[in-house]
């Protein structure tokens, strides 16, 4: 008998699926068919898959050439099902010409032509409206928008908007899009706004994108004032559009992970909480020039301030900074302490000073900890009392992790709020309130 064993995603099962499925029966007498897990799709980066494990192992077994399915959860297990099912045949479609060259040592492997002008992909893009959208500023962030973008389905970023023609142009050559200098032409045709400009810009941009029907993915700090998030989040709710404000960190999966297990008992009750992030800028750069937004706390404070507040929540007694600042008397390190009912957080930043980046939670059993950069975290550890157990994790992070949050802002925009939990309005709110106290001490709010 001869067994062969093929592998895939199969998300909204078509005929080049069936064809395939087919043609690698037809190779021997029993076929396996490995169906891919979500969590594995995620780690491989493959962000958009429409339908659910249990849907497309169905799919699969519907089309009647698969004897057994199983799942593929993991990089390298194919060489081991090889060996644990007994395969004599490999098969694969011809998109991965000689990606499985490797497997030969321990079966036959075999490319099958794909069928074509039909793909998964293709599929996703016509279920779905795709959102044009706009990005309002030309800076480092903004050039890192748009190659995100181009790695999750759904999503197309057709113009820029900068005052200024020169920057404007020249983004939007370097990236192939249109680009415009006034706000009403840029928003024509557009369905969502990207708001990357400096942060003193963003408030009245978010409000005139969302005047103008926009949904509206506003890069952090989203402003720097409680009213003015509040007044925000309420009118975007009044006409049912989606404001998201862009803390990458909220989005990414090892974070959520690290949520997760703070939050699941495992280190008792969490009693202290100390994240600090640094990053020495060049004095010239915005951050360390601009005197009424600029400064270590608007510029890192968001990733500082997340875990804490997602933690600890927005109910804090009371709230202190202290600062080092430059000659100009700009802050180039702040240190915000809270004092929490039943616990204490301090938020570090630093563009001036470098310090160790590090996130630890601190609880009654254990602590968690990890190094920088976990705002992108991808690996963090739980200690115990026996300093002998240590328990690790790790999770994929892809590119500049801007991805995450595109897909999530894309999948609210698409009527699916399970994430809307990764940062809430009030979490958001919250940030601002922080940032307002702090420029208040630091008597700069008249220009903010
Ligand atoms: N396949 C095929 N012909 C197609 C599409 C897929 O023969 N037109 C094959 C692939 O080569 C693979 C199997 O079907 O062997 C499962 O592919 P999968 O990646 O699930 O499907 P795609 O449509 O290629 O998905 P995507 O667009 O997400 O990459």
Same mark, same amino acid.
């Given at each position: 008998?001869?067994?062969?064993?093929?592998?895939?995603?199969?998300?909204?099962?078509?005929?080049?699926?069936?064809?395939?499925?087919?043609?690698?029966?037809?190779?021997?007498?029993?076929?396996?068919?490995?169906?891919?897990?979500?969590?594995?799709?995620?780690?491989?980066?493959?962000?958009?898959?429409?339908?659910?494990?249990?849907?497309?192992?169905?799919?699969?077994?519907?089309?009647?050439?698969?004897?057994?399915?199983?799942?593929?959860?993991?990089?390298?297990?194919?060489?081991?099902?090889?060996?644990?099912?007994?395969?004599?045949?490999?098969?694969?479609?011809?998109?991965?010409?000689?990606?499985?060259?490797?497997?030969?040592?321990?079966?036959?492997?075999?490319?099958?032509?794909?069928?074509?002008?039909?793909?998964?992909?293709?599929?996703? &893009?016509?279920?779905?409206? %795709?959102?044009?959208? #706009? +990005? =309002? /500023?030309?800076?480092?962030?903004?050039?890192?928008?748009?190659?995100?973008?181009?790695?999750?389905?759904?999503?197309?970023?057709?113009?820029?908007?900068?005052?200024?023609?020169?920057?404007?142009?020249?983004?939007?050559?370097?990236?192939?899009?249109?680009?415009?200098?006034?706000?009403?032409?840029?928003?024509?045709?557009?369905?969502?706004?990207?708001?990357?400009?400096?942060?003193?810009?963003?408030?009245?941009?978010?409000?005139?994108?969302?005047?103008?029907?926009?949904?509206?993915?506003?890069?952090?700090?989203?402003?720097?004032?409680?009213?003015?998030?509040?007044?925000?989040?309420?009118?975007?709710?009044?006409?049912?559009?989606?404001?998201?404000?862009?803390?990458?960190?909220?989005?990414?999966?090892?974070? &959520?992970?690290?949520?997760? %297990?703070?939050?699941? #008992? +495992? =280190? /008792?009750?969490?009693?202290?909480?100390?994240?600090?992030?640094?990053?020495?800028?060049?004095?010239?750069?915005?951050?360390?020039?601009?005197?009424?937004?600029?400064?270590?706390?608007?510029?890192?404070?968001?990733?500082?301030?997340?875990?804490?507040?997602?933690?600890?929540?927005?109910?804090?007694?009371?709230?202190?900074?202290?600062?080092?600042?430059?000659?100009?008397?700009?802050?180039?390190?702040?240190?915000?302490?809270?004092?929490?009912?039943?616990?204490?957080?301090?938020?570090?930043?630093?563009?001036?000073?470098?310090?160790?980046?590090?996130?630890?939670?601190?609880?009654?059993?254990?602590?968690?900890?990890?190094?920088?950069?976990?705002?992108?975290?991808?690996?963090?550890?739980?200690?115990?009392?026996?300093?002998?157990?240590?328990?690790?994790?790790?999770?994929?992070?892809? /590119?500049?992790?801007?991805?995450?949050?595109?897909?999530?802002?894309?999948?609210?925009?698409?009527?699916?709020?399970?994430?809307?939990?990764?940062?809430?309005?009030?979490?958001?709110?919250?940030?601002?309130?922080?940032?307002?106290?702090?420029?208040?001490?630091?008597?700069?709010?008249?220009?903010?």
């Amino acid at each position: 008998m001869t067994r062969v064993i093929t592998y895939g995603t199969f998300d909204l099962f078509h005929e080049g699926h069936y064809r395939l499925l087919k043609r690698a029966k037809e190779l021997g007498d029993y076929l396996i068919v490995g169906v891919t897990t979500e969590k594995y799709d995620m780690e491989r980066g493959k962000l958009n898959v429409v339908d659910s494990l249990m849907t497309r192992i169905e799919n699969v077994k519907k089309s009647g050439f698969a004897d057994e399915v199983i799942i593929e959860e993991a990089v390298g297990q194919k060489i081991s099902d090889v060996q644990k099912y007994h395969i004599d045949i490999f098969a694969i479609g011809s998109d991965w010409m000689g990606a499985f060259d490797y497997i030969s040592d321990y079966c036959k492997v075999v490319y099958l032509e794909r069928t074509k002008n039909i793909s998964s992909t293709m599929l996703r &893009e016509q279920n779905r409206h %795709i959102q044009k959208v #706009g +990005i =309002i /500023g030309t800076g480092r962030i903004a050039n890192r928008f748009v190659p995100e973008s181009k790695q999750v389905s759904g999503i197309d970023v057709q113009r820029v908007y900068n005052p200024n023609r020169d920057s404007a142009e020249h983004f939007a050559k370097i990236w192939e899009i249109d680009f415009s200098t006034d706000l009403e032409l840029f928003l024509k045709g557009i369905d969502s706004v990207y708001v990357a400009s400096p942060h003193q810009t963003h408030y009245d941009y978010v409000k005139f994108a969302l005047e103008h029907g926009k949904h509206v993915l506003c890069e952090k700090p989203m402003v720097l004032k409680k009213n003015q998030s509040e007044e925000l989040f309420d009118y975007a709710r009044q006409k049912n559009l989606v404001l998201f404000e862009g803390i990458k960190t909220a989005y990414c999966p090892g974070f &959520e992970k690290l949520l997760g %297990i703070a939050c699941s #008992g +495992i =280190i /008792g009750n969490i009693h202290y909480i100390d994240a600090c992030f640094t990053k020495l800028e060049d004095k010239n750069k915005r951050e360390l020039t601009d005197m009424a937004c600029g400064g270590s706390l608007t510029e890192l404070g968001s990733y500082c301030l997340l875990p804490i507040i997602k933690l600890f929540g927005n109910k804090y007694e009371g709230v202190r900074f202290e600062s080092i600042h430059d000659n100009k008397g700009l802050d180039v390190f702040t240190k915000v302490s809270f004092r929490y009912p039943k616990g204490i957080a301090t938020a570090t930043c630093g563009l001036g000073v470098k310090s160790e980046g590090r996130l630890l939670i601190a609880g009654t059993k254990g602590y968690i900890v990890a190094s920088a950069p976990w705002w992108k975290t991808t690996y963090f550890e739980v200690h115990y009392e026996n300093a002998s157990q240590v328990d690790k994790y790790s999770e994929r992070f892809f /590119g500049d992790g801007l991805r995450y949050e595109i897909r999530d802002f894309l999948n609210m925009i698409n009527g699916d709020d399970k994430s809307v939990f990764k940062l809430t309005r009030s979490e958001s709110i919250a940030m601002a309130e922080i940032m307002e106290k702090f420029l208040e001490q630091e008597k700069r709010m008249d220009n903010t």
